[in-house]
Structure formats: C-alpha cells, structure tokens
C-alpha cells in the first residue's frame, strides 16, 4: 500500500493540497454569475476584480472577432441552413458582450487550482452548429478550435481522426503541407452524407480524404492505428461523455506515443482529483474502503481503479514532487484508468 512519510514538507503539501480544492470550487462559483450572459462595464469590472484575486493571466476580455472569421474553414466553407435525417446544421448569433469560456480549462500552479479562458466578442458575431437533436456536436467556435490546437499543429504524414463533426481538423489538416492524407472514423451515417453533399465539395484539396463508417471503438486496434503517421481522437461531445469513452479506450492498454485526445487534460482533472482525495484519505490513515463508498457514484469505477493501483505499491511519498507526481503525471493516470 502507498504510504507518506511523516515530515513538515509532506504535511504542507498535503494542506496546500486540500486548500487547492476549496479554492477552485469558490472560484467558480463566482464566476458562475456571469458566464454565458452579457456582461456589462459594471460587470466586467467586478469579473476582473475576481480574475485578479485569483490570480488569473489574462489580457482583455474583449476577444477580436478575427480570431474566428480569420481561421480558414470559418471563411471558407459555407455552412447553410442544411438538414439530413436527423442531424442539422444551425446558425446561432452569438450577441455582443456574451461572456463565454474561450477554451477547455487549464491548470494554475502546481496543485488541483484550474480556471477556463474567458472572453467576449464586441459585435454580434454568426456560428453555425452541428446538431443532433438537441446535442450540438460541432461549431467552429473559439474554444473548439482552440482546443484543437494541439491536434491541428501536430498533424502530419498520413492522419487519422474519429469524429467527423464538419471536418474542421480535417480541413485545416489538408491545408498544411506536411499532411499527405486523411483518414476519419465516423459512427454516424447521417452526418457522413451531410459531410459528402454539402461541405466535403468546398474543401477542393487534392489529396486523400477517407470516411470510413464505424465505431471508434472497433478502430482502436494497434494493428489498424499503425498505418498512421499521427492520431487525433475526438468523438465526444464534452468531458462528460469523454471521460467514458477515454477510460474505454485507455482499458485497451493501447501504447502509442503519437495519439492525442481532445480536451485530455480536462478530462484527467477528474481523474486527478479523486486521486487527491485518495490520497489525502491514505495520508489522514481513514478506512478506504469507506472513502470508496463516500465518492459520487459517477466516480466510483475511479476510485476502485485508484485502489487497485495504490494498495499493491510499496513506496513512501516523501517529497512535495513525489506527491504532485502521483496526481498530475499522465503515465500514471493512464495506468490507473487502465487498471
Ligand atoms: C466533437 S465531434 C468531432 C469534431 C471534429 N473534430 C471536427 O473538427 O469537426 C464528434 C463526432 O464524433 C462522432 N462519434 C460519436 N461517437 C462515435 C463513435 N463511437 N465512433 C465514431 N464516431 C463517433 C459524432 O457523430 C460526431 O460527428
């Protein structure tokens, strides 16, 4: 079993620890009141006194709309009103001085403490979505693609991506010279014909781009994601459905080092905070067992996966390091998941 060593430096860390907790859980319930509203001088000035107690880096809120209308598949392809089956494209205004998250969150410091972007738009600016229903599972929106980045700027050789949605990181892909071609798993059949009538004859790039029609999960075989030169899986629609589907996949114990996943850190700050909470419960030598059955039943599967991972270890966490190793290194929690 994992055990602390008794120190000043440990007992600190662990304080620090907790109150990193209590800290993001004030933080956003702060700016709760604000986000997704419009927001006025008043306001803003209030939301950047909170920005500044807690630290935050920002520059403005004032986002310039370029951002967006600049990027080359919001300028190049047309997204009309289009419908197909069931699966529809919607164009939604985004109104000035909406206060929206402009990416996924990111960390601060070196404990659980994280925060998300926020901005807003000076003129009323036109997004189009892809909606299913009622879920919306793609619009060329600043944090979509801003939480892309990653995937857009490592792309190259032969791609693979799961999840179509518009074909945004395809797109932007086949731009770039390094890319030679693209491959995407789509589950789907609605929007792979919505995709192939509408937008893929916009894209007027030539170089491969093949859709094949089936579920992620039967891809994500090590004798199939060989052929690629770089992957990017992105088939769920927020961290919620996306921790799932990303505990799925990393049961598959899959060890490649050129796969990336969309929104991986915010996905993993569930995962690290349960950790946390294990630990601290290890390091207040309480019952695990209770504590397991204390977890919100969404995390329970974690928190068994964190003790099956833990209980059979045999090392002393003596430094600060060690202890944030535990929480934040993706190796581990890879492991942990694929317990
Ligand atoms: C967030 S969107 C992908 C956005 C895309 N990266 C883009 O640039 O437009 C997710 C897509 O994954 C698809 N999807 C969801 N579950 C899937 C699964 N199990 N296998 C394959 N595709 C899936 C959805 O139909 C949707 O088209």
Redesign the pocket.
């Known amino acids: 079993m994992i055990t602390f060593q008794s120190n000043n430096v440990i007992d600190s860390a662990m304080k620090n620890l907790l109150l990193s907790i209590i800290k993001v859980n004030k933080y956003l319930s702060s700016i709760l009141n604000y986000n997704e509203k419009f927001l006025s001088k008043k306001n803003e000035k209030e939301l950047i006194n909170i920005l500044k107690e807690y630290n935050i880096p920002y520059d403005s809120l004032k986002y310039d709309s370029k951002i967006l209308t600049d990027n080359p598949y919001y300028k190049n392809i047309k997204l009309d009103n289009i419908h197909y089956g069931n699966v529809k494209y919607e164009k939604t205004t985004i109104k000035k001085r909406t206060l929206m998250s402009m990416n996924f969150h990111q960390p601060l410091g070196k404990y659980l403490f994280h925060y998300h972007p926020l901005g807003y738009f000076d003129t009323n600016v036109d997004l189009p979505a ?1 909606k ?1 229903g009622d879920k919306v ?2 619009s060329p929106a600043v944090s ?1 693609i801003k939480s ?1 980045q990653t995937g857009i700027d490592k792309g190259h050789g032969k791609c693979l ?10 797109y932007l892909w086949l731009l770039k010279d390094e890319v030679e071609s693209v491959t995407i ?4 059949k609605d ?1 792979i014909n919505l995709f192939d009538t509408y937008i893929r004859p916009q894209f007027k790039i030539p170089k491969k781009l093949k859709i094949i029609h ?4 039967d891809y994500y075989r090590e004798d199939f994601l060989n052929q690629f030169d770089y992957i990017y899986i ?4 927020s961290t919620e459905d996306g921790l799932d ?1 990303y505990i799925r996949l990393m049961e598959k114990n899959i060890d490649m080092s050129n796969i990336d996943y ?1 929104i991986e850190d915010s996905i993993l700050y569930d995962v690290k905070y349960i950790v946390a909470l294990y630990l601290l419960a290890v390091y207040e030598n309480r019952n695990i067992s209770n504590f397991i059955s204390s977890v919100d039943e969404n995390f329970k599967i974690i928190a068994n996966k964190i003790n099956k991972y833990f209980r059979t270890m045999n090392e002393t966490i003596k430094t600060e390091d060690e202890l944030l190793t535990f929480i934040h290194n993706k190796e581990i929690l890879k492991k942990i998941l694929a317990m």
């Not at 798993?185 to 789907?188: A, L, P, R, T």
């Open positions: 892809l299913e599972w793609m979509e892309m991506t799961m999840g179509l949605g518009i074909g945004v990181l395809p798993i789509e589950f789907n929007i089936g579920d992620a999960f992105d088939f769920w629609e589907s969309w």
